[in-house]
């Protein structure tokens, strides 16, 4: 069998990591139900217990105004509530990224000021 990108398996892995630390949660059980139902695929996938969750890295976003934004990201879990997460991000010191941002956040100020 081939493996699948990781842009499939990614999000099947967050689920399923979902589903453990939330497993009384009726709409994702009613979610992963209708998966399994309308998919083989996920189906066969969901049985094999992959599990993923990535609590930092790299993300690259495109911005149609600026172009490619590459910021690193961190995700905290609240301990009292681990079904909620915070998620950071952050460009590099004097990075491309940061530059654009940087004339994003000049944009949307002179926007704000014009119309108040």
């Known amino acids: 069998m081939a493996h699948p990108p ?3 398996l990614h999000p099947r892995r967050i689920l399923r990591a979902q589903a453990g630390a939330t497993p ?4 994702l059980i009613q979610l992963i139900g209708e998966l399994s139902t309308r998919s083989t695929d996920f189906r066969t996938r969901w049985a094999a217990h992959d599990v993923g969750v990535h609590r930092a890295g790299s993300k690259t976003l495109h911005h149609h105004q600026v172009g490619e934004l590459v910021l690193g990201y961190e995700e905290l879990t ?5 079904s909620i997460v915070l998620s950071t991000y952050i460009a590099e010191p004097a990075s491309p990224t940061a530059e654009r941002l940087q004339l994003l956040a000049t944009w949307a100020a002179t926007t704000e ?3 108040p």
Not at 78 to 82: D, G, I, K, N, R
């Open 113 to 115: 000021a014009a119309y």
């Open 24 to 27: 009384h949660d009726k709409q």
């Open 6 to 8: 990781p842009c499939r």
């Open 78 to 82: 609240l301990h009292s509530s681990p």
